[in-house]
Nanobody
Framework: QVQLVESGGGLVQAGGSLRLSCLAS????????MGWYRQAPGKEREFVAT?????????NYADSVKGRFTSSRDNAKNTMYLQMNSLEPEDTAIYYC?????????WGQGTQVTVSS
């Protein structure tokens, strides 16, 4: 099993920044990919960014966040980050961390991000 804990959410004004963190624990050696997803009120969960976890590779971003969000990782700390700049009210959502291990998927509990206009 893999456990994921997100942190760093909060309330910010439009144009501001936040940095989310996702700490993985448990069978972290089995993780081969990680990513960020978000779910706004009344909407389905959507992809934000994904990255390979144990190798170098391209980080994929949703078109809606390209140029504003940057995802990174620190394997030594089993932590993934999401730097969010130029935040917009449309970015308001619960942000979830996701880890993949073969066919298994793991999710964190989510952290709320609210962007006021």
């Amino acid at each position: 099993q893999v456990q994921l804990v997100e942190s760093g959410g909060g309330l910010v004004q439009a144009g501001g920044s936040l940095r989310l963190s996702c700490l993985a624990s448990g069978r972290t050696f089995s993780i081969d990919r990680m990513g960020w997803y978000r779910q706004a009120p009344g909407k389905e969960r959507e992809f934000v960014a994904t990255m390979p976890w144990r190798s170098f590779g391209r980080i994929n971003y949703a078109d809606s966040v390209k140029g504003r969000f940057t995802s990174s990782r620190d394997n030594a700390k089993n932590t993934m980050y999401l730097q969010m700049n130029s935040l917009e009210p449309e970015d308001t959502a619960i942000y979830y961390c996701n880890a993949g291990s073969g066919s298994r998927e793991y999710w964190g509990q989510g952290t709320q991000v609210t962007v006021s206009s």
